[in-house]
């Protein structure tokens, strides 16, 4: 028997990236998955590859929200694991924010978010109890130029995490974050393109590789199973230890393309950057 066997486990995001390794694990692990997102046609077709049930679920609908974990627990009388990986990436500095990109932004990773908690972990407590899951970033961390909606609500959703524990903590709801580091998926492939920003982020990772989705699953496995049951309102970092170093700056890269000149071919950030330029030319050392 797997470590999720008779276990009703739902996965926001669970079409692709992070969510669909969670639920394809889950379901080799025995867990009955039931795999929501935006776009309901597409979680149905993931869903059938592990025989699990698929269903719309825009998590900044409040009104939908509900009447999703209704369905859910009409039809399966039980939530055990909840997980949230919905949510985008839209890089601009503070000096460029309007509200049409903050708004939308901060609705899906934080306000969605803690919709999802209210509706999964009311169930869970119906039924005896469970694991929530939110994701967080690295980016929470490790600050990031123009990832102020992104990176901020990332950031909140962990002291969230830690308000949900205290609330749900007497029903035996737990409520924890992973926060992982920059790993391929759809949300990162243009990233993932440049051969040469890839190397300068594995080079800032003490384990000197760069992690896949399968971490992300095998970390939020243990956090949804009962070896966890003593771990609440915690972070865990899925970085390789990233956190300990900072975010490749404008200086690593342009060491980097100094370094690897061939791998820096084309890529803007590999010169030395203007502001040092300036630095340079009005220093007293020359």
Same mark, same amino acid.
């Given at each position: 028997m797997g470590r999720m066997s008779e276990k009703v486990a739902v996965i926001v995001g669970g079409a692709s990236g992070f969510g669909l390794a969670c639920a394809e694990l889950f379901a080799s692990e025995g867990a009955t998955v039931v795999v929501a997102g935006r776009r309901g046609d597409v979680a149905k077709k993931a869903a059938k590859e592990f025989d699990g049930?698929?269903? #719309?679920?825009?998590? #900044? /609908?409040?009104? $939908?929200?509900?009447?999703?974990? +209704?369905?859910?627990?009409? !039809?399966?009388?039980?939530?055990?694991?909840?997980? !949230?990986?919905?949510? *985008?990436? +839209?890089?601009? &500095?503070?000096? $460029?924010?309007? &509200? /049409?990109?903050?708004?939308p932004m901060v609705n899906v990773q934080f306000n969605g978010a803690i919709y999802f908690l209210r509706f999964m972990c009311n169930a869970m407590a119906e039924s005896g109890g469970g694991s929530a899951i939110l994701c967080s970033s690295l980016t929470a961390h490790n600050p990031n130029v123009g990832r102020v909606g992104y990176a901020g609500s990332k950031a909140g959703l962990e002291y969230v995490a830690k308000l949900a524990a205290v609330e749900y903590g007497n029903t035996q709801v737990r409520i924890n974050c992973i926060a992982p580091h920059v790993i391929e998926t759809a949300m990162t492939s243009e990233m993932f393109k440049i051969p040469f920003a890839v190397e300068t982020v594995r080079l800032q990772t003490p384990l000197k590789r760069m992690g896949h989705v399968e971490d992300v699953a095998n970390c939020a496995l243990y956090?949804?199973? +009962?070896?966890? !049951? *003593?771990? !609440?309102?915690?972070?865990?970092?899925?970085?390789g230890g990233?956190? #300990? $170093?900072?975010? &490749?700056?404008?200086?690593?890269?342009?060491?980097?393309?100094?370094?690897?000149p061939n791998l820096a071919a084309g890529f803007p950030r590999a010169?030395?950057? /203007?502001? *040092?330029? /300036?630095?340079?030319?009005?220093? +007293?050392d020359h």
């Open positions: 049930v698929g269903v #719309t679920w825009d998590i #900044t /609908d409040f009104e $939908q929200g509900k009447a999703v974990k +209704d369905d859910i627990m009409k !039809n399966f009388g039980r939530i055990d694991a909840a997980i !949230n990986f919905a949510g *985008y990436d +839209d890089v601009l &500095p503070i000096s $460029q924010i309007t &509200p /049409d990109h903050l708004e956090l949804a199973c +009962d070896e966890s !049951n *003593y771990v !609440n309102g915690e972070t865990i970092r899925v970085d990233a956190h #300990t $170093q900072k975010l &490749p700056s404008d200086i690593d890269y342009a060491l980097l393309g100094i370094a690897r010169a030395i950057p /203007d502001w *040092y330029k /300036d630095e340079l030319n009005n220093s +007293d």
